[in-house]
């Protein structure tokens, strides 16, 4: 019996293949970085066809210091960076252009158009999500009216859309040579196209669009005991292996941290971050500028769905301090000037480059550094920017107490800036709740990987999945309420410096969500 599932964490930054056996344990893995072309200022392009080579280096190198075969693997899972849009020739298996990444704000023009009619919010009841240059429509609809000859070939029916789960399964299963072209409904949710009740393409929105529907891959389940298909017994695993688990990365890592019951939520602290809460069949439209989304669909059990908030801005704030203004040499080093200070000097940083996301997605926001005076140093600066992170995640655990009407208990965290117990400790500080952290240490891969392994009965169903986790670290909070309150209510002020900075026309600014 083959007793290993290899997991493919195909993230915004790298590509990496984890082989992980029953106990859910790291058996081998492999990565590699790919590159960030930035054509324009605000522009953010991947190039497909690296990321396909770096997947099959990355899968293979990490087969072979396991010294395992294709007999050896159960199973195939796949987690993705998610809205980042690619598309291609099924006939030449080549795209017609870069893959635009999800940070990218290209289409800022495109989503004030289409919010000019109804408003951010126009399609919010059907996908699940507000009108914003962050989802993958708006990106192919760019697409199609810039890229010379798309708009034909896609309505002949030779070129196809997918996020990189498509692209990556697309080609693992035979590209050219009969490739299925399928996504799973995670993935699918974050395109703007798909009515979460149903789980199928909206055809009202393809239209508005003047998307074709041709183009999109066929939606099914994020674990598949039917199989999406199959590895070439030619290709880079050496064999026949299933295909049978897709989650977009930040689902993925919700499914690894077993956020398998409602309420149960987590957030990842790395380049971005994003908070997800388990709502399980309940789809419970925002009204406090989340994102209501699919949180995971296995097998024919019902659609379970999730709240979440994206902060474009957290882990990268650090790597612009050290980047932009050589505030530090590595990037550990951050913690270490923060903790030179005790408090932030009153200062805030608020770091909304390309403008903030949930729960304000104000386009209009530039970043701002207010509070400062003669006595602001270093230490107040690089306390500030960690702090901004943990700020960011309270609004938006604000904001899924607000829409659920009741407040939360506990936040599992995950990600590389987990590792700093400042932050931490000022997460839980500014939560007024534990922040728990557990031994999970490729948690997006391990969500991809359990999701290929109850396709297949690797894992018999997700009881044996919950009894794996164990808890690592807690930070239990020890700020008092007046103090909490104190710090937070700072920040509100904070962004509102931020607003409209960026000058935008009155009928499309009163569409944006405003600041609460």
Not at 203 to 225: H, Q
């Amino acid at each position: 019996m083959s007793k290993y599932i290899i997991a493919i964490d195909q993230s915004t930054h790298d590509t990496r293949c984890v082989i992980f056996n029953r106990l859910g344990e790291v058996v081998s893995q492999h990565a590699l970085k790919h590159r960030q072309l930035h054509p324009e200022a605000g522009w953010l392009e991947h190039y497909p066809l690296e990321i396909w080579a770096n997947t099959q280096v990355v899968i293979k190198s990490a087969m072979d210091t396991a010294g395992l075969k294709a007999g050896d693997i159960a199973a195939i899972g796949l987690a993705n960076q998610r809205e980042t849009t690619v598309v291609w020739d099924k006939t030449t298996g080549k795209p017609y252009h870069n893959a635009i990444v999800w940070r990218d704000i290209r289409t800022v023009e495109i989503c004030q158009q289409l919010a000019s009619d109804g408003g951010q919010d126009r399609f919010r009841l059907q996908v699940g999500l507000p009108v914003a240059p962050y989802f993958s429509a708006p990106k192919l609809k760019w697409l199609l009216d810039n890229t010379e000859g798309l708009r034909e070939a896609a309505e002949q029916g030779d070129a196809i859309f997918g996020n990189m789960d498509a692209w990556l399964v697309w080609n693992l299963t035979g590209g050219v040579r009969g490739g299925v072209h399928i996504t799973d409904v995670t993935n699918a949710s974050r395109t703007m196209l798909m009515s979460l009740a149903t789980t199928t393409w909206n055809d009202s929105i393809c239209r508005l669009m003047t998307i074709p529907k041709t183009m999109l891959p066929e939606i099914r389940p994020s674990s598949d005991p039917n199989i999406y298909g199959y590895t070439q017994p030619d290709g880079v695993v050496g064999g026949s292996v299933p295909i049978c688990g897709i989650l977009g990365s930040q689902q993925a890592a919700a499914v690894g941290q077993v956020c398998l019951t409602p309420r149960e939520t987590k957030n990842s602290y790395d380049g971005a971050s994003f908070v997800i809460m388990n709502t399980g069949t309940r789809i419970i439209p925002s009204r406090h500028g989340l994102l209501t989304t699919v949180c995971y669909k296995f097998g024919d059990q019902p659609t379970v769905y999730a709240l979440e908030g994206s902060i474009a801005f957290t882990g990268l704030i650090i790597e612009w301090l050290r980047d932009n203004l050589g505030l530090v040499e590595k990037l550990a080093d951050i913690e270490e000037l923060a903790k030179t200070v005790e408090d932030n000097g009153d200062i805030y940083f608020v770091p909304a480059f390309n403008g903030l996301f949930a729960p304000y997605w104000r386009n209009d926001s530039r970043g701002v550094i207010v509070g400062l005076t003669r006595f602001t140093n270093r230490g107040h600066l690089a306390r500030a920017a960690l702090e901004s992170i943990a700020y960011q995640t309270r609004d938006i655990l604000d904001a899924m107490e607000a829409d659920l009407g009741t407040e939360l208990t506990a936040l599992k965290v995950d990600g590389t800036m987990t590792s700093m117990d400042l932050l931490m400790q000022f997460q839980a500080d500014i939560l007024g709740i534990p922040v728990t952290r557990l031994k999970v240490t490729e948690p997006t891969a391990l969500g991809a990987a359990y999701a290929a392994g109850l396709a297949v009965g690797f894992w018999r169903d997700t009881a044996e999945i919950q009894q794996q986790w164990s808890v690592d670290k807690v930070w239990k909070p020890g700020m008092s309420r007046q103090t909490r309150a104190k710090l937070y209510k700072g920040w509100q002020k904070a962004v509102t410096r931020s607003l409209e900075w960026v000058t935008i026309p009155l009928a499309e600014r009163e569409n944006l969500t405003p600041v609460t």
